[in-house]
């Protein structure tokens, strides 16, 4: 037997979910939909986001990428996330070409992946220049992994101390933190910290270990353990801005369920924006078709999807992405 979250967790999300719905509104000037990003500012953002990973890198002659971004804030979207760890710096400095130009346009997220202070300010001070900005909107902490990992990032001597000083230097307007797949450790950061933002793995699969240590104790019948159910409902309470990654699973979903509803599963969800890396032209302009035609799924059909989709693929994603961090 399958069993799932709480009823009243379950209704706190639906709640969520239906004031996230109700407050999206579309953009007169590209019909994309927007949507406020929890406590941050005033501005929206697209709910589709151009994911600058991995899938970005792709596009190895430098022309081409940035011909990808262009046309991604031509056709709406506004959000573009990027960190050090693309390509050692090469993403960050690709979106910088563009941002000399369309700054204004743009939510502009990075991250960084180093856990002490100093390490991390050299990085960061790089990525600037880099990204040819003298601010970004959103600076992460990038894919938290285990207890220990957390500590490192809360030390005395650690990164997040660091972030907390450019928040209010006004170098980052807003800090948060990702994770790939260990929802019961990014509770516990949300929880004992002051984040502004969080990313994480969100997707119809219901990625995310049992284990909150990082071990490998997973139940594939247990539906319950996954970002949804575990790190979700404290970033509503705390009214922090939401990005769901891994919409697709790094691909293992594709071919599994229709596209499209793979997006509108994430997007139906009480957040801000779906992350998602598009590597060819074509993938750019049928993400924002779809991000165009987004109905919120109702909730026995979410239902429905989730635990078929989850019951089959779960456990192999929550392995898979149990080392992960999209370089």
């Known amino acids: 037997m399958i069993t799932g979250m709480s009823t009243s967790r379950r209704e706190f999300l639906q709640t969520a979910a239906a004031l996230t719905l109700a407050s999206t509104e579309i953009n007169a000037a590209t019909g994309m939909p927007m949507r406020p990003f929890g406590r941050t500012t005033k501005r929206n953002v697209s709910i589709l986001a151009f994911g600058c990973g991995s899938r970005f890198l792709m596009y190895k002659e430098e022309d081409k990428a940035l011909a990808a971004i262009n046309r991604a804030l031509d056709l709406g979207i ?11 710096g090469l993403s960050e400095e690709r979106v910088g070409k563009v941002m000399a ?3 204004s346009e743009v939510w502009l997220t990075t991250k960084i992946n180093k856990r002490n202070g100093d390490e991390a300010m050299k990085i960061i001070e790089a990525s600037m220049k880099r ?6 909107d959103l600076l992460h902490v990038h894919a938290l992994m285990d207890e220990e990992d957390l500590k490192a990032i809360e030390a005395p001597d650690g990164v997040l101390k660091r972030l907390y000083q ?3 230097q006004k170098v980052a307007h807003n800090i948060g933190i990702t994770c790939h797949h260990n929802p019961g450790v990014l509770k516990m950061a949300l929880e004992h910290n002051d984040f502004d933002c969080t990313q994480m793995a969100l997707n119809g699969a219901l990625v995310g270990m049992k284990n909150v240590t990082g071990g490998m104790d997973i139940n594939p019948f247990d539906m319950s353990h996954s970002f949804e159910s575990v790190a979700l409902p404290v970033a509503l309470k705390k009214k922090m801005g939401v990005t769901a990654m891994k919409i697709f699973g790094q691909e293992k979903l594709v071919g599994k369920a229709p596209l499209d509803k793979l997006v509108h599963y994430s ?4 957040v801000s924006s779906a992350v998602i890396g598009m ?3 074509e993938q750019i302009d049928q993400n924002v078709g779809i991000a165009k035609a987004f109905h919120p799924l109702p909730k026995k059909e979410m239902k429905h999807f989730s635990d078929g989709l989850a019951e089959q693929h779960k456990m192999a994603l929550d392995r898979f992405f149990a080392n992960h961090e999209d370089a």
């Open 131 to 136: 990204l040819q900005t003298d601010h970004v």
């Open 101 to 103: 130009t369309r700054r």
């Open 279 to 281: 590597p060819k032209m």
């Open 267 to 270: 997007m139906s969800l009480p």
């Open 78 to 88: 506004t959000y573009l996330d990027t960190a050090f760890s693309y390509g050692n």
């Open 166 to 168: 450019l928040r209010d």
